[in-house]
Each structure stands twice: as C-alpha cells, then as structure tokens.
C-alpha cells in the first residue's frame, strides 16, 4: 500500500488540477449532447459523473476521461422520439426505454469485454487511425461553431457585431494564454487550460462583459439551470415500460448500435493515449469498465457515455496520467451539480470554446499533409475515407468502412504476389515452385501458372516458398491434383505445413502417396475449418 501511494504522490497535483479543468471542459458538453439526444440536461450530467467515476476506478486506461459524447446522442436522439410516440402526450416514455437501452448496452459491453473481444482493435490499421483522429478533430470543431449563434425570436443565429468581436477575442485569448503559458515556467505549477478558463472567466465578470455563459447556454436550451442533487435510484423504469418481447425487440437494435459505437471509440481513444502517454492500456478490461458504468448510469437515470477523445487529451495534456485524474473530474462535476451551480454558470462558454479549439488542433494529425505523396494511394484513400464517414455519418460506420477496405486493399495486393518458377529436372519431371501467399484472393493467379494438358506425365509442386493460408486455398489444390489425376499424370506435393496435410488427408487418404514429407517441412495454422472441408475429392465440381 506505501508503495502504491509513493508512486503516486508526485503527480497528485497534476491529476487534481487536470481533474478540474476537465471537470469545466465537460459542462457544457454534456448538457449540450442531452440537448441533441432530446432529453434533460441533468441526464447528460449524470452520465457524464458516473460513467467517468466507473471507468477511472475499473477501468483500463488510467488518465482517459468517459462521459456522455455525441456518437451516442445522434443514436439516441431517435430511440427517445420513437419512444414518446409509442406514450401518451407528456409521459416521457422515450425517457425510459433510453435507460433499458443504456442497460442492455452495458451488459453488451460487459460481454465483449469477457469474451476478449477487445483485443480486436489492433486490426484498425494506422490510416484508419489517422483518419479517426483527424475526422474526430473536425467533429469536435465544427459542435465549437454551434456556440458563435444566439437565439433570437426562438432560431439560433450567428453572432454579429459587437458580439461576434467579443466572443472570438475572448477564444482567441484563451488559446493563446494556453499556447503562451508551457513556455514559461508557471505552467508546472497549474495546468494551462486551468489558468486559461479562470483568467478570462474573471476578466468577463470583473467587466460584466455581455457574453454567453454555461448558465445561459442551458436555459437557450430549454433547460432550467446547472442546479441539481444527487444521482437516484430509477426503478419507475421497469413499471413505466412492459417488460416484454416487443420492448426487447424496439431497444436492442439501438442497444447493439451504442455498444458497439462505444467501444470503438473507447477502444481507439485508448490506443491514442497509448501513444501520447508511451503506455500501454488493456482494451479488454476497459470494454467491462464501460459496460459496468453504462449499466449503473441507466439505473440511476443517465444517457450512457463512453470515451471522450476531447477531454482525454485535455486531461493528458495538462499533466493528468493516473486513475486520480479522472476520479477527480467526476467527483468536481457532481460537486458543481450540487454545490457550484452557480459559479459554474458564470463560466463564459468562450473559454470553453478556447480550450476545444485547442484540442482540435492538439488533436488533429497534420502529419498526414506531409505524408500525402509518400504512402501508397489505398491508404491515402483509406485515410480521407475514415475522415469524411466520420463527420458525415458516425464514428462505427467510419471505422467498419476504413477496416473493411484496408482489408480489401491488403487482399488485392496479396494477390497479385502469387509466382510460380518452373524447371525441368533430368528425368523430366516438371517442378513447379511456388512463392507467395495461396489464399482466395490469389486462387484464379494460382490456377493459371499450370498447364495440365501440356505437362509431361510427371509433376512436382513445392510450396516451400508459400504459404497456405485458408480454406480457399486448400480447395484450389485438391482441384489441381484432381485435374492431374484425369489427366493421366503423376503430381506430388512438397512442403507443406502439418496442418496442411493433415486437412488433405482427411478430405481424400490417397493424398498419403501424393504428399512427400520432409523434416523441413514450414509450420504453421491456418484459417481453414476441418468440419467443413469435404471428405473426398469427388465433393468437387470441376
């Protein structure tokens, strides 16, 4: 235990101080995502305080911030209206199959995380990451722009005049006290986003400077104020909706969608404090966590949440990196809630807007402008694509879409690699050797090195230089050696795997005589299925 502290101690300042700022970085917006989700601001807070209470004690990435995020609002948003419809006008059904769903969300997660699945991320490829970063950096900036409008005669227009100037003096201000402050030595005793929000939070009280403000920002919104009180139990839930197949069958599509959407986006903001952190988080551990945490929220009456990418970096960068960081900004959250409400409300949303700006270009990676012309052009492609899905769509359908080409890219590239050297030897055998990958994508270039008809009555194909990779592959082979048997001729196969000619032999036994085996002979699994490989070669239709 006194080492478990010692290690900790020199940063307990860091992550306190981090832990505040975040805490102010996520007011506005957590009601701001209950907003787009169609419910009370109050709910998107509460999520915000659990879920990140949960996941900073359990979860697997210590110093990453969860909360209410607007990947799952935009799902929401319509779950909560189809849910009010199926109630009577002012009974906020909607309200509660978002809690059921938030519920079976978590179990969901929960089981991902049991069955490991989160381990599965290290498929994202890096154009894929790079794209998520840059498409969520774009996200993040383009929510800030909603924040230069005001509501006049109920529409929300953009600033001018007077206003528009004052607004975007004081982003600029706060940016650039954020960009001067780590180049002096003040900015080790305070994180600078702190510094940040508190100095231009009392220039604009101190000169009653007429801007928006947290507090104004909520009742624009149709909200009553930041005021509220501790989390309850919401047990009305299971009285106010039939617990029934129907209810199962209208929530678990969203269910599916929001765990899913979850857990990507946790999953890549932790590998990206990975990498800004030169540590190592465990994704699995991280998928219980989030699940946990969602199911808690839905009890106790909030929207559900995940990783927030924005208020991780935030907390990263202004020295947060143990699991205190992120305690701390959730317990400062709910202690604003219910003790603050007040002085938070004078927080200008300038400020805030100032410390997002800073973000997105924290966030960005404006590397990959210089590495345009020097990564090959599927990347390039995937890249763009993951940028653009993610600001037009969402973050799931963007990552599924970047995964899935990546794999399409890499499959086609693999190929076109397939080669095949042949020699004659003294006694006229015709050696085929063959290098490359032998997999479905290389099956039809496989097929054409050979020439069955013209061979001479004997044939050797080695595939010492090849590895069999599927299915697929062992299938196309099987097809070859029947050709070469109708056609009257002698083949005899060369070094392959154990595993490889242990599936041959179980789709055909006459395979022993045809397969030579070596000492030499590669090692390795493959992705074939015995239960499905057929059991002779009379299964094949030429």
Request: with cysteine; glycine share 10%.
């Amino acid at each position: 235990m006194t080492e478990f502290i010692t290690k900790r101690l020199p940063n307990v300042k860091n992550d306190v101080l981090s832990g505040i700022t975040v805490a102010l970085a996520l007011v506005p917006e957590a009601v701001a995502f209950a907003f787009v989700a169609g419910v009370d601001p109050l709910v998107g807070l509460y999520a915000a305080f659990m879920v990140g209470l949960i996941t900073s004690i359990f979860g697997g990435r210590p110093g990453m911030i969860s909360g209410a995020t607007g990947a799952l609002a935009v799902v929401m948003v319509t779950l909560v209206a189809k849910g009010n419809a199926m109630g009577v006008a002012g009974e906020n059904l909607g309200l509660y199959f978002l809690f059921a769903t938030v519920i079976l969300m978590g179990i969901i997660q929960i089981f991902a995380g049991v069955l490991k699945l989160g381990k599965f991320v290290r498929l994202i490829p890096h154009p894929v990451m790079m794209g998520f970063v840059n498409g969520l950096a774009i996200v993040i900036f383009l929510s800030q722009l909603g924040m230069f409008k005001e509501k006049v005669n109920g529409e929300k227009v953009w600033l001018q005049g007077t206003a528009l100037y004052l607004m975007g003096g004081l982003v600029a201000l706060t940016m650039l006290i954020m960009w001067g402050l780590p180049k002096i030595k003040l900015t080790k005793k305070l994180p600078a986003a702190l510094i940040a929000i508190l100095t231009v939070s009392a220039i604009a009280i101190f000169f009653k400077l007429d801007v928006a403000t947290v507090g104004s920002f909520i009742r624009d919104g149709g909200g009553e104020g930041l005021k509220g009180g501790l989390p309850t139990l919401h047990l009305e839930t299971f009285s106010k909706i039939p617990l029934n197949f129907e209810t199962l069958k209208f929530i678990l599509p969203y269910a599916i969608i929001l765990a899913a959407i979850g857990l990507i986006e946790s999953l890549m903001t932790l590998n990206l404090i990975d990498e800004l952190t030169e540590t190592r988080g465990n994704g699995n551990k991280e998928c219980i966590a989030q699940g946990s945490a969602n199911i808690v929220t839905g009890l106790f009456g909030g929207m559900g949440g995940c990783a927030m990418i924005g208020q991780s970096i935030i907390n990263i960068k202004s020295g947060g990196r143990t699991r205190l960081s992120g305690i701390t900004a959730a317990i400062m959250l709910l202690l604003f809630i219910v003790f603050a409400s007040q002085y938070i409300e004078q927080v200008p949303i300038a400020a805030l807007v100032g410390v997002m700006f800073m973000v997105v270009i924290g966030t960005f990676a404006w590397s990959s402008f210089r590495i345009i012309n020097k990564i090959p052009r599927s990347d390039l492609f995937v890249l763009i694509l993951v940028s653009s899905l993610t600001v037009i769509f969402d973050l799931a359908i963007a990552v599924f879409a970047g995964v899935i080409v990546s794999a399409l890219a890499f499959s086609w590239e693999n190929a076109k690699r397939i080669r095949a050297r042949k020699r004659t030897k003294e006694d006229g055998t015709k050696i085929y050797e063959i290098w490359g990958p032998l997999f479905f994508g290389s099956i039809t270039a496989f097929n054409d090195k050979f020439d069955v008809k013209n061979d001479p009555e004997k044939v050797e194909i080695d595939f010492v230089e090849s590895r069999i990779s599927d299915h697929s592959a062992l299938e196309a082979i099987s097809n070859l050696v029947k050709k070469y048997k109708e056609a009257g001729k002698t083949v005899h196969l060369k070094h392959l795997s154990v595993e490889c000619k242990e599936l041959l032999y179980k789709a055909d036994p006459t395979f022993r005589d045809i397969i030579v085996n070596a000492i030499d002979d590669p090692r390795y699994h493959l992705a074939a299925d015995p239960e499905s490989f057929p059991k002779s070669l009379s299964e094949y239709h030429l």
